[in-house]
């Protein structure tokens, strides 16, 4: 595609996903069905020029009124993924002289907000909980994710596949705390990978392989993932219990379980059971009260910990979505906690970086039911072999009660987890 009709084209990309009608993922998906001639480097271009800025909003809000054109084509120009001799074939000599004065902005020199690029309401909450650390968060949020893989335990070996990728031109390394993943600095294309096709390996962030590592399922028992989506966490529960037992995958959006059953199929696994239920008192759940050994609920959530990969939700969210996302959190958890026998292991999980849905949601429960002990996330992990296991963990009173992962810290999305055993 010729520079200009590119940039028209990243610029109208960004019209469309500023009006925060729907998530960026969803904007960009259905923009390349619309547009089916674009080619795979085009789309890489233009989906990263709009993630770059939305992640650099509020400083590119501040240097493009110094330029000409469209606000949109300012902003594309700003963000543009590619070459800049590439991008400069397609300006005026203005926008060219412009853009070349934006390049000499030092960032010591720009107000805080026009480096950490978040809404205001979410800067206080974060120093809160990171004081000096707050810039090196900052500064990994204002960045890509790499992607992550888990293998399937199942069916084949983590180094296997790793060998496999490497034959294939695709290097990776292996995760530095799940014994499943695999991060690829590239974005290969997966689907036409055998180890895709044969069901060896799985997009999974390793913060999300290391929730499942945490319910610590075993062969044979009765577990469920409430909040199970698309089964990403599903799918490696069922490769933890050995495809024995039986794992049910409760969701109240049937489409988004309907996502499940493509992965299930290459998965091999055939102890997981689907099921759509109306909310946390649906009746499939009262059958199973007292019942089951081990429940997941990685519950819905403002999803702030994975800015990196979704940076729009930082300018969809507000605190008072947050607050009824933690109500509604609270009611989850506490309709999940009924299915457990006694003995059997509760882990509440969000992606979300705010204590507001994480400690607070935690303590709110643990007061509310007594009749279910706290667990030290850093001993369970240690008992599983995790590396630096204390290093994943924080908490109020052991200092390790809570698995609290940080993109800077980590290298993973921004987890938390809770975990209780019932009495």
């Not at 102890?271 to 519950?299: F, S």
């Not at 729009?312 to 506490?334: C, F, G, N, Y």
Request: glycine share 6%; with cysteine; hydrophobic share 40%.
């Amino acid at each position: 595609m010729h520079p200009k009709a590119l940039l028209d084209a990243c610029a109208e990309l960004v019209r469309l996903t500023l009006r925060f009608e729907h998530p960026a993922d969803a904007v960009v998906s259905r923009f390349f069905r619309d547009n089916k001639s674009l080619g795979p480097r085009e789309r890489a271009t233009l989906a990263e020029t709009v993630y770059t800025v939305l992640r650099k909003k509020l400083l590119f809000d501040h240097l493009a009124p110094s330029g000409s054109g469209p606000k949109e084509r300012r902003l594309a120009i700003l963000g543009f993924h590619g070459p800049r001799d590439f991008l400069k074939s397609a300006l005026s000599d203005q926008e060219k002289n412009w853009l070349d004065q934006c390049d000499q902005v030092r960032p010591e020199d720009l107000l805080e907000r026009h480096r950490h690029n978040l809404p205001e309401w979410l800067v206080q909450p974060l120093r809160a909980q990171l004081a000096g650390e707050f810039w090196l968060l900052a500064e990994s949020l204002s960045q890509p994710a790499p992607l992550d893989l888990r293998v399937n335990a199942l069916s084949d070996k983590r180094a296997d596949v790793q060998k496999e990728l490497k034959i294939a031109g695709i290097p990776a390394k292996a995760t530095p705390y799940s014994p499943w993943g695999l991060r690829l600095d590239s974005k290969p294309a997966l689907t036409r990978l055998d180890a895709f096709a044969r069901g060896a390996i799985e997009v999974q962030d390793e913060g999300s392989q290391l929730l499942a590592l945490l319910l610590d399922a075993h062969r044979g028992e009765m577990v469920v993932d409430f909040c199970a989506g698309a089964g990403g966490k599903t799918l490696a529960i069922g490769a933890c219990m050995r495809n024995t037992g039986r794992l049910y995958a409760f969701d109240t959006a049937a489409h988004r379980l309907d996502a499940l059953k493509p992965r299930l199929a290459r998965s091999g696994l055939s102890n997981v059971h689907p099921a759509a239920i109306a909310h946390e008192r649906d009746d499939r759940v009262k059958r199973l009260a007292g019942k089951i050994d081990r429940v997941l609920v990685d519950a819905p959530c403002s999803g702030l910990g994975t800015l990196r990969r979704n940076p729009d939700l930082k300018w969809r969210q507000s605190p008072e979505s947050v607050q009824e996302m933690s109500v509604k959190q609270l009611a989850i958890l506490q309709g999940a906690s009924r299915l457990l026998k006694s003995g059997g292991r509760l882990v509440y999980a969000t992606c979300s970086l705010l204590p507001q849905e994480n400690e607070a949601v935690a303590k709110a429960f643990g007061e509310a039911n007594p009749d279910f002990t706290p667990m030290d996330a850093a001993e369970i992990l240690t008992g599983l072999k995790i590396e630096q296991a204390a290093s994943l963990c924080s908490g109020p009173e052991r200092g390790t009660e809570y698995l609290r992962l940080w993109p800077h810290k980590h290298g993973t999305d921004g987890f938390f987890a809770a975990i209780w055993v019932r009495k």
